[in-house]
């Protein structure tokens, strides 16, 4: 034979392709089916149902093929199952992005073009990352807490374009866009303040708040979300309470206080808003999930602790989209569970 030291490698690319291939298959197919979970229970009408719980790629039906898998794995890449997430958030095309803590990058699934990528590179490291925006023109916002700026990039995540707020910020964790008003806003944990920054130009345009414990103060905030109507809500998590701002920032509401019951919180952290105008607060020692109207009066509770389906082991973040998808990081269980809000008889058996 004239290269037999190239066909040899040749047949042995092709058994460990084989053989990768096989095992991805086998992995697949062994996905248990997820549970019919649903809240309230029966014979209240359901409000809530569990749709999905991601931890890696094939979660989301995003599967590599066995050249692609055998090329990654000479370039020593690895899958990145999620660890630690908190901040998270789709964007206009469904792409889900997962803020890691531990990896210190973010996870993108992308469901439809059946494409899983992770970001930054090495160059662009991040130290602590926590929060999570997306703007207009789909420029994503990361906040790094412990190097105190938010980094952005574009193009999906695949383009660094720089960072905001060096110097000015100390601990950033939670952050919101707000598209009524075109501002960025940027929760300072250490500070107990809103930063107000233009999403065009980057300049500050104001600042909202400080610490204390009366009504527009906070002590030591942690997440932010704009409901669709432009108001501001923020977790004043040590003062366990959820705090409504005007798209200005002017206080409209309180609610909430220290308790160990339903309507009070522990550690309330990841906050969002649904189509109907309720407020989803997620709370981290009760690892549940609760839901108040608009004026902070308490409509039902969903979760409890535990590692299971529908169950919750420290929840950190919490975002829900347009189609009101309720995405829900559930940190220490490693994983993002995704349920689905539905108004009274829209809701499928």
């Known amino acids: 034979m004239k290269y037999p030291g190239r066909v040899c490698l040749y047949l042995l690319i092709f058994f460990l392709i084989s053989g990768i291939t096989a095992c991805f298959k086998q992995i697949v197919e062994t996905r248990e089916t997820l549970p019919n979970i649903i809240w309230p229970k029966p014979p209240e009408v359901p409000r809530i149902r569990l749709v999905n719980s991601i931890s890696r790629p094939e979660d989301m039906n995003i599967k590599d093929q066995g050249l692609t898998r055998f090329i990654r794995f000479l370039k020593g890449e690895t899958d990145k199952s999620i660890v630690n997430p908190y901040g998270v958030i789709t964007d206009r095309g469904g792409r889900l992005f997962v803020v890691d803590n531990f990896y210190r990058l973010v996870h993108v699934f992308d469901e439809d073009a059946g494409v899983y990528y992770t970001f930054p590179d090495d160059e662009t490291s991040l130290t602590s990352p926590i929060g999570i925006a997306i703007d207009g023109k789909d420029t994503i916002y990361v906040t790094d807490s412990k190097e105190a700026v938010i980094k952005v990039f574009k193009a999906g995540g695949k383009k660094y374009s720089g960072e905001i707020g060096r110097g000015l910020l100390e ?61 501001i809500v923020v977790s004043d998590s040590l003062n366990f309470r ?108």
């Open 242 to 349: 959820v705090q409504i701002l005007s798209p200005e920032g002017e206080f409209l509401e309180a609610f909430g206080k220290a308790g160990d019951g339903p309507g009070y919180f522990s550690r309330p952290r990841g906050v969002a808003s649904d189509s109907d105008g309720n407020i989803y607060v997620v709370d981290a020692l009760f690892d549940n999930i609760q839901i108040f109207d608009d004026q902070g009066r308490l409509l039902m509770v969903f979760g409890s602790p535990g590692k299971g389906y529908g169950e919750f082991w420290l929840p950190s973040g919490i975002f829900i989209d347009s189609d009101d998808r309720i995405y829900i990081s559930d940190s220490y269980n490693h994983r993002v569970q995704i349920f689905k809000y539905f108004k009274g008889d829209e809701f499928i058996k």
């Open 171 to 231: 601990r950033p964790t939670g952050i919101a866009f707000n598209a009524l008003t075109g501002e960025l806003l940027v929760l300072d944990t250490q500070s107990s303040e809103i930063i107000r920054y233009d999403a065009g130009t980057y300049k500050v345009k104001g600042i909202i708040g400080k610490e204390g414990n009366t009504k527009g103060h906070f002590y030591k905030p942690t997440n932010i979300s704009v409901t669709r109507a432009g108001k």
